[in-house]
């Protein structure tokens, strides 16, 4: 008996870009993107701990802001760059990128889930049997209003916490990945 493409069902993990799979410059207790791949250095065990999602039958879908491009202090290119250097070291399935800032009132800036919801179309994932795994209050208010599991990497950043409040919170993008697999196996 072969196995119902139908019925299959694509999970994800949403993964924000700075803060989760590279390290974020923090200044001053605040997270800022690298500004080009020079500055873009891997957290540790980010190569082993995304195999592990990948050899569970997980897509992995970078989703993150990145205004800096509309506020005219970094280039779509270099953006593209730091994709293609992070896409070059690890498993990822694609990249979903919001370049508005807050002014824009876009359906795809984070906490808005449009970035996540689009993913979830292009690569008809189910959403609610899916996870995404950020730093920032703004990612999880994505995961929880586009309807999958939050986790919240807590790197102790000066700024809000997250509301609502996530599904779990861990301190590494490694405790992270064990807490998703332990959930599924």
């Known amino acids: 008996m072969g196995v119902d493409l139908g019925k299959m069902v694509r ?24 500004s080009d791949v020079t500055e873009t250095v891997l957290v540790d065990s980010a190569e ?16 993150t802001n990145q205004p800096d491009v509309r506020r005219g202090t970094m ?9 293609r250097f ?26 808005q889930p449009g970035l996540l919801l689009e993913a979830a179309k292009k690569y008809q994932i189910e959403v609610a049997q899916s996870y995404l795994i950020g730093d920032r209050w703004r990612d999880i208010g994505a995961g929880s209003a586009a309807g999958c ?9 000066n700024e809000r ?23 599924v196996e």
């Open 161 to 183: 916490d997250p509301e609502p409040l996530p599904d779990i919170r861990v301190y590494a993008l490694s405790e992270a990945v064990e807490r998703i697999l332990e959930e």
């Open 48 to 63: 082993t701990s995304l195999a592990r999602l990948k050899e569970h039958g997980f897509l992995l879908i970078v989703v």
């Open 75 to 83: 280039s779509r290119e270099r953006v593209d760059e730091i994709h």
């Open 149 to 157: 599991r939050t986790i919240f990497v807590d790197h102790g950043y």
């Open 11 to 34: 999970r994800a993990v949403f993964l924000d870009r700075d803060g989760v799979i590279n390290a974020a410059i923090v200044r001053d207790g605040k997270p800022y993107s690298a």
């Open 86 to 111: 992070l896409a070059a070291k690890l498993p990822l399935d694609d990249f979903f990128v919001c370049y508005h800032d807050d002014q824009d009132r876009c359906a795809c800036r984070k906490p």
